[in-house]
Nanobody
Framework: QVQLVESGGGSVQPGGSLRLSCSAS????????MGWFRQAPGKEREGVAT???????SYADSVKGRFTISKDNAKNTLYLQMNSLKPEDTAMYYC??????????????????????RGQGTQVTVSS
């Protein structure tokens, strides 16, 4: 059973930074496509970023140039470095993983809505 546990959320002022972490367990398959999505109160889920087994990444236009997704395979951990945070980035952030979208199919944040595995989320609040 794949388990994903997020951490690193919190409150920060506009322009600040946070790094989210997602610890994965229950599998050793490196082909998993992984990513982050977020959901703010009263809004639809929004894909944020994906990363494939080779390290190829994709981002939502709203975070491009500010957020960086990365992973440490040895530690089975996924990261999301968030810089220049804006109030509109306030949301619950979720880590997600899926084996279906392997290889070149692991690209584009829309696929995150179909991912089979997701964590419980970590809250990010950007406010002055």
């Amino acid at each position: 059973q794949v388990q994903l546990v997020e951490s690193g959320g919190g409150s920060v002022q506009p322009g600040g930074s946070l790094r989210l972490s997602c610890s994965a367990s229950g599998y050793t398959e490196r082909r998993y496509c992984m990513g982050w999505f977020r959901q703010a109160p009263g809004k639809e889920r929004e894909g944020v970023a994906t990363i494939d087994r080779s390290g190829v990444t994709s981002y939502a236009d709203s975070v491009k140039g500010r957020f960086t997704i990365s992973k440490d395979n040895a530690k089975n951990t996924l990261y999301l470095q968030m810089n220049s945070l804006k109030p509109e980035d306030t949301a619950m952030y979720y880590c997600a993983a899926d084996l279906t979208y392997s290889g070149s199919w692991c690209y584009g944040v829309r696929i995150l809505m179909d991912f089979a595995y997701r964590g419980q989320g970590t809250q990010v609040t950007v406010s002055s």
